[in-house]
T-cell receptor, first 115, second 112 residues
Framework: DVKVTQSSRYLVKRTGEKVFLECVQD?????MFWYRQDPGLGLRLIYF???????EKGDIPEGYSVSREKKERFSLILESASTNQTSMYLC??????????????FGSGTRLTVV | AQSVAQPEDQVKVAEGNPLTVKCTYS??????LFWYVQYPNRGLQFLLK??????LVKGSYGFEAEFNKSQTSFHLKKPSALVSDSALYFC??????????FGAGTTVTVRA
């Protein structure tokens, strides 16, 4: 079974802290993604990476950065956490869709609360 | 741009009744379509996909989806809903070689 593991299920951080969310996948997927999910707003893409050390901005990159030093690991960094970053964060991975047939595999999510 | 729409925020059915969750798509070329389910405080789980071939696709937990090219729809169905099917359902379409584009989600409530 493909597994995408997010390091924390629940996190509580203080405003202004630097926050690291870690995601590891074990299926040699080229692509990895970070989404945030908020009620009424669906899934919004923050960043994605299609290869080691490569990254692309998604729809809402402001206030976030990412790191992909190894193929299996994709980290989301909140440089200075703010209360409006309280959300559910979802990591996903996939193969590059040469024939369109590949979907995502998601982690279990990290519910982050910034106080 | 490829996109999907889920016209219903909520669907409520009685246990044992048929369940349908609607999805329409807008794509250039052949669509690659997916359904995911999310239980409370969990990540999304893959249910099924349409790539090519039969218009009726069977997936996990007794779900199926019907691809209709003329109506640009990909509705999720289950003949007899269970209380445990209560969850948030997302339709998605492949946007490019890397990304999927997701609908806003439909909350399904199955009452006993």
């Amino acid at each position: 079974d493909v597994k995408v593991t997010q390091s924390s299920r629940y996190l509580v951080k203080r405003t202004g802290e630097k926050v690291f969310l870690e995601c590891v996948q074990d299926m040699d997927h080229e692509n990895m993604f970070w989404y945030r999910q908020d009620p009424g707003l669906g899934l919004r893409l923050i960043y994605f990476s299609y290869d080691v050390k490569m990254k692309e901005k998604g729809d809402i990159p402001e206030g976030y950065s990412v790191s992909r030093e190894k193929k299996e690991r994709f980290s989301l960094i909140l440089e200075s956490a703010s209360t409006n970053q309280t959300s559910m964060y979802l990591c996903a991975s996939s193969y590059t869709a040469g024939q369109g047939g590949y979907g995502y595999t998601f982690g279990s999510g990290t519910r982050l609360t910034v106080v | 741009a490829q996109s999907v729409a889920q016209p219903e925020d909520q669907v409520k059915v009685a246990e044992g009744n048929p369940l349908t969750v609607k999805c329409t798509y807008s794509v250039s070329g052949n669509p690659y379509l997916f359904w995911y389910v999310q239980y409370p405080n969990r990540g999304l789980q893959f249910l099924l996909k349409y790539i090519t071939g039969d218009n009726l696709v069977k997936g996990s937990y007794g779900f199926e989806a019907e691809f209709n090219k003329s109506q640009t729809s990909f509705h999720l169905k289950k003949p007899s809903a269970l209380v445990s099917d209560s969850a948030l359902y997302f339709c998605a379409v492949r946007e490019d070689d890397y990304k999927l584009s997701f609908g806003a989600g439909t909350t399904v409530t199955v009452r006993a």
